[in-house]
């Protein structure tokens, strides 16, 4: 009645923002996302106890207000006469700083309590109860290059191609290491009733992701770094333009886009990402890596450096 997880947090390289379903935890676009490698999360999940109530411990300390949304997903995957659990989670990465601890911290736990049940689900349908949790964890569950569709009355994804076949790297450049200010699914909201930028945003999102596929499938760096950027300036301009305004930049993410662009100049392979945070991601071919991550190591206001390629997808390391 017990079972260990590991999964990776996953980088969106066309992002979704917004939600066409808040209750059910719909995307209101489809999003293409990779899977990183050395980050990760561990989560255990002991469905054998007798306690009064979910107790959940983050790093060793309890973490009370993450609580009612791990329970709501347990309650989810394994109905709500279930046995109480003692959850444990651990990642080497700070968490709710814009670096998708939730896609991890969620793909994990649903492999994890699924394992402890003992229920035999597919990882379409893990994936799905993850993605009601978090939008994002539903690509935790796969590796390589992930699309998330945003079809029909569920989340759908599909595996575009694996970690191996295009082993990109990502340097990602740790600018501030608290909590946002504003977690993602709230700022959503805002934004898509207050944006004028947001209904362009659906419209145009298919476009991106055309483009994004080509250019996976012809292992297109150059293309793929132009539509990625392109669509992740687009995300934070809805953003900006809300009210109020949501920032999450700090000066030192505008300081790695400037090392990116003299990266860039300079004949770099390399091109930048962010999410909803202020942590700068840049993507690089394998002979770039290491001079990318010098140079942004270097950058005025970057507090840590990490550095990933392309991993696997959320699996089930322990089970008793």
Request: glycine fraction near 8%; charged fraction near 20%; hydrophobic fraction near 40%.
């Amino acid at each position: 009645m017990r079972a260990t997880a590991i999964a990776q947090p996953n980088i969106a390289l066309i992002k979704y923002w917004g939600k066409r379903d808040v209750v059910r935890n719909l995307p209101a676009v489809g999003s293409i996302s990779i899977t990183l490698s050395e980050l990760q999360t561990q989560m255990s999940v002991d469905l054998d106890t007798d306690l009064p109530g979910d107790v959940l411990l983050v790093n060793g300390g309890e973490e009370p207000r993450f609580l009612p949304r791990i329970s709501a997903c347990l309650n989810d995957l394994l109905g709500e006469q279930r046995s109480f659990a003692r959850i444990s989670s651990h990642s080497n990465f700070p968490m709710a700083a814009g670096l998708a601890s939730s896609a991890s911290a969620f793909s994990a736990l649903t492999m994890a309590a699924a394992g402890a049940a003992d229920l035999s689900l597919s990882t379409r349908e893990l994936a799905r109860i993850a993605g009601r949790a978090s939008g994002s964890a539903a690509r935790s569950l796969y590796g390589g290059f992930v699309e998330l569709k945003n079809d029909g009355d569920s989340i759908e994804l599909e595996s575009l191609m694996d970690a191996e076949s295009w082993p990109l790297q990502v340097v990602l450049a740790i600018t501030d290491t608290g909590r946002k200010e504003t977690g993602s699914t709230e700022a959503m909201e805002i934004s898509r009733k207050t944006s004028p930028f947001y209904d362009d945003w659906i419209v145009r999102q298919a476009t991106d992701l055309d483009a994004a596929r080509t250019a996976i499938e012809q292992r297109d760096f150059a293309g793929l770094a132009a539509i990625a950027e392109h669509n992740c300036l687009k995300m934070h301009s809805i953003m900006w333009a809300s009210r109020p305004p949501i920032v999450y930049w700090k000066a030192a993410t505008m300081r790695c886009l400037q090392t990116v662009r003299r990266l860039q100049g300079e004949g770099r392979s390399v091109f930048f990402t962010i999410d909803a945070g202020p942590q700068v991601k840049a993507v690089c071919l394998p002979e770039d890596t290491e001079v990318v991550r010098e140079a942004l190591s270097t950058t005025p206001g970057v507090k840590q450096v990490m550095t990933s390629g392309l991993g696997a997808g959320a699996r089930l390391v322990k089970k008793t």
